[in-house]
T-cell receptor, first 116, second 117 residues
């Protein structure tokens, strides 16, 4: 099946610094990718929809200046958590769907971010 | 209103037995897709099975089957012959609308399944 690679899997950073998370579709093109956030023992909440060549669409309540999304190519989307604070600590996971298909959405491995 | 409802926070099942995880959904869109994912403690989301709203037959993938009851708006996951490795969190999700699939999935709250030896 299709593979989505997310990197890094774990990151610890200091408050006030920025962290970049990459999401790559390895064997397919993805015009659209999605970024989710998951709090412990909770469900996945959509943060934003990343569109290749255009601005991301953010969900209500998600600060676009804090969570910068760039979808520079058909296989890569990045999420940058800027000026991170401890409350940004969470599990972030991306998904992508092959432009040629309709059904499955494949997920990256997720990134566990800890801000100290 | 919740679009995806999973009413079972936790379930136990004996190894080798079958288990049904419940999922109900709410949409006014005639075109939609329903998904089940497994999330082990590592956090990755593993795709299990998909059911389209226009599919006439229930989806099956190995030991997984989806009991799709459109009129009741339910899409229960059935796992047959449970294995210890099936212990994980299970999420039901829906994508509304037909087309290129540029819409995100909406997830339920999940069910934690524990398989007992």
């Amino acid at each position: 099946g299709a593979v989505v690679s997310q990197h890094p899997s774990r990151v610890i950073c200091k408050s006030g610094t920025s962290v970049k998370i990459e999401c790559r579709s390895l064997d397919f093109q993805a015009t659209t990718m999605f970024w989710y956030r998951q709090f412990p023992k909770k469900s996945l909440m959509l943060m934003a929809t990343s569109n290749e060549g255009s601005k991301a669409t953010y969900e209500q309540g998600v600060e676009k200046d804090k969570f910068l999304i760039n979808h520079a190519s058909l296989t890569l989307s990045t999420l940058t958590v800027t000026s991170a604070h401890p409350e940004d600590s969470s599990f972030y996971i991306c998904s992508a769907r092959d432009d040629r298909g309709w059904a499955e959405a494949f997920f990256g491995q997720g990134t566990r971010l800890t801000v100290v | 209103a919740q679009k995806i409802t999973q009413t079972q926070p936790g379930m136990f099942v004996q190894e080798k037995e079958a288990v049904t995880l419940d999922c109900t959904y709410d949409t006014s869109d005639p075109s939609y897709g329903l998904f089940w994912y497994k999330q082990p403690s590592s956090g990755e989301m593993i795709f299990l099975i998909y059911q389209g709203s226009y599919d006439q037959q229930n989806a099956t993938e190995g030991r997984y089957s989806l009991n799709f009851q459109k009129a009741r708006k339910s899409a229960n996951l059935v796992i047959s012959a449970s294995q210890l490795g099936d212990s994980a969190m299970y999420f039901c999700a829906m994508r509304e609308g037909r087309g290129t699939g540029r819409r995100a999935l909406t997830f339920g709250s999940g069910t934690r399944l524990q398989v007992q030896p």
